[in-house]
């Protein structure tokens, strides 16, 4: 139990039974207003997408009618949303939404209103890609080094991971050995790709390496591939962690390091770019989320831990900072400028 209970600053209570999870919230000026406040976009399982912009008269009002900007039913279960450059000849940011079986890219925009109702804003489908295999999550990144973009991989159920360089599709990967999909996230210092897999391993595969393996078109080696005519795909560093992994974050605030936080059942680590563990933490009570972010102390980095018991725990590297009470269990969490 914690004496503090942490205080709404803005909170709006969203549909009837709707079911979220991780990858259901992504913070980011979605619109290009440039004024540097970031909008909520909250995706849920029954289809519906919103996109708010709080602005509470006081502390611990509910929300205001015109804090929400769109709200639209996509038909189909949203998985996770992310907001990146998405679109080939442009630098301004677009929203990236995974489906079970399509990835969809829309363009948010506003117009002034005339009248007191405020500004409407309208989503425009700019592209989508219809998947062969049903999708579990996504991560998005410049991969390859690219400069101006982001591409977009997403991880299948079968292990599979596919990517994305924008209108077109390059190219699909099966992890070896993939039995269950596992959390998924992209080093851009590194290029790698880093998952946990269900032999409770955290791996990383370089991008270099993914592109230039034999393509996964079929699961079966063919006799051919068992000759050597394509490269197999080979795992640049794994680490036992003992547990599965709920999430992944990688951290990098200064360009000399970035440090990749796994979440575990029972414990987070903190490794260092090679795979070696920097330093790991054993949890008192079961997490749900977690989120890494940078500290006010120099070399140390904070670290948001909400568990189960309705808990928000703040780390800084291992030490416990603070401890708060929250109303719900926490199942995504994000830092933001609003």
Request: hydrophobic share 40%.
């Amino acid at each position: 139990m914690s004496l503090f209970k942490a205080r709404d600053w803005w909170s709006v209570l969203l549909g009837e039974k709707e079911e979220f999870d991780q990858g259901c919230l992504c913070l980011a000026d979605v619109d290009n207003s440039g004024s540097g406040q970031d909008k909520i976009i909250v995706g849920s399982f029954m289809g519906y997408l919103r996109i708010f912009n709080p602005h509470p008269v006081k502390t611990g009002d509910g929300a205001q009618a015109e804090d929400l900007l769109l709200e639209v039913h996509l038909q189909d279960p949203v998985l996770q949303v992310e907001v990146g450059k998405f679109v080939s000849g442009t630098e301004i940011l677009h929203l990236a939404v995974l489906h079970p079986r399509k990835l969809c890219v829309y363009f948010v925009s506003g117009t002034l209103g005339n009248v007191e109702h405020g500004n409407q804003y309208q989503m425009k489908l700019m592209y989508e890609h219809h998947l062969q295999r049903t999708a579990c999550n996504m991560t998005c990144g410049p991969f390859g080094g690219v400069k101006g973009r982001d591409l977009i991989c997403i991880q299948s159920m079968d292990g599979m991971l596919m990517v994305f360089e924008q209108e077109s599709y390059a190219f699909g990967r099966f992890l070896p050995g993939s039995l269950l999909p596992g959390p998924l996230a992209y080093s851009s210092r590194t290029d790698s790709f880093i998952t946990v897999s269900s032999c409770r391993q955290v791996e990383s595969y370089k991008y270099q390496v993914l592109a230039f393996a034999t393509d996964a078109d079929k699961r079966e080696e063919t006799e051919q591939q068992k000759l050597g005519s394509g490269k197999r795909l080979v795992v640049d560093w794994t680490l036992n962690i003992g547990e599965q992994a709920l999430d992944i974050c990688i951290v990098s605030f200064n360009q000399s390091t970035s440090s990749i936080f796994v979440l575990g059942e029972r414990n987070f680590f903190c490794l260092k770019d090679n795979g070696q563990i920097r330093f790991m933490k054993k949890l008192d009570c079961s997490p749900s989320c977690f989120l890494p972010y940078c500290s006010v102390s120099e070399g140390t980095i904070n670290t948001l831990i909400g568990n189960h018991n309705n808990m928000l725990h703040i780390y800084q590297d291992v030490t416990l900072k603070w401890a708060t009470q929250l109303p719900h269990v926490p199942v995504a969490v994000k830092v933001g400028s609003l």
